[in-house]
């Protein structure tokens, strides 16, 4: 699909959604379709899996966009009520065009139908991107693919559409609305190595943000703290590695590789723990 290009899709009721499509909608789609398909394989409240609105400007969507998305009955949102430590999240539904920072997303069956259809027909293809069981999606006649196959395509999602997101309120590091890692006790180190990526939009590098301690080697330090971001990742997504002279962090997506196997015919290391 050529990006400005518009799409159609109908619904139930017979009505039509024409989509202005560019490359931030079709970003922004493609993570409330991913968050859809996960709820519905580990057969949970869809809202379990609501994204934070914040997740979304992310990809590029603008308040327009969102309300634009609203207006045409395909996603609905409310704000986030509950705490850290709950077992499940819970939501004050909201209405109409008014957002703040705990608002949080999901896809309408309508809305998912038609971001299923954008995303077989986009080059940001999710299903090149995880390997999650097969998911019978409501509105929708494609599955996921099996968790032991290749993708079918060589084509991965956008740069923009994954850039990490860090919460420092509920110390998660996610990628698409994905849990990379959860932080169950304090870690400073690697905390404060999240919030500088965060602060400056997860640039590929960054300089060694620790501050300089007394009789501690900042070199052995920051190697310490980059393996302790690598290690207990929920789900293994991003890898963290030195800048070659022990002066900096990069950031990468593990499924960077994925396409080279592809085509050697050899599996990717990397799945979705569930």
């Known amino acids: 699909m050529i990006p400005g290009q518009s799409i159609s899709s109908a619904d139930d009721v017979g009505q039509s959604v024409t989509v202005p499509m560019d490359e931030n909608l079709r970003s922004g789609l493609a993570l409330l379709w991913r968050a859809y398909m996960y709820a519905q394989d580990a057969r949970v409240d869809l809202w379990d899996f609501a994204l934070e609105i914040d997740n979304l400007y992310e990809t590029g969507l603008t308040i327009s966009d969102l309300r634009w998305l609203v207006a045409k009955g395909l996603v609905e949102h409310g704000r986030e009520t509950s705490v850290y430590g709950d077992s499940h999240r819970s939501f004050h539904p909201s209405e ?8 949080c997303l999901v896809l309408t069956p309508r809305g998912a139908t038609l971001a299923n259809r954008v995303s077989n027909e ?3 293809s999710l299903q090149s991107f995880l390997f999650i069981g097969t998911t019978s999606i409501e509105g929708s006649e494609t599955a996921a693919p099996q968790s032991d196959r290749l993708p079918a395509t060589e084509s991965h999602v956008a740069p923009a559409a994954l850039k990490p997101h860090w919460n420092p309120k509920r110390r998660e590091l996610c990628l698409a609305g994905t849990i990379v890692k959860r932080f169950r006790v304090p870690a400073p180190n690697q905390e404060i190595i999240l919030c500088v990526f965060q602060e400056e939009g997860w640039p590929e590098h960054i300089d060694d ?3 300089v301690s007394e009789g501690v080697d900042s070199q052995t330090r920051l190697h310490d703290a980059i393996n302790r971001l690598n290690g207990h990742q929920t789900n293994p997504m991003l890898r963290f590695h030195g800048n070659g002279n022990g002066t900096g962090v990069c950031w990468e997506l593990r499924n960077s590789e994925w396409p080279q196997k592809a085509r050697a015919g050899t599996k990717p290391d990397f ?3 569930t």
């Open 209 to 211: 943000p620790l501050p």
């Open 271 to 273: 799945k979705v723990r």
């Open 96 to 103: 109409g065009f008014n957002f703040d920072n705990a608002t």
């Open 122 to 124: 986009s080059a940001v």
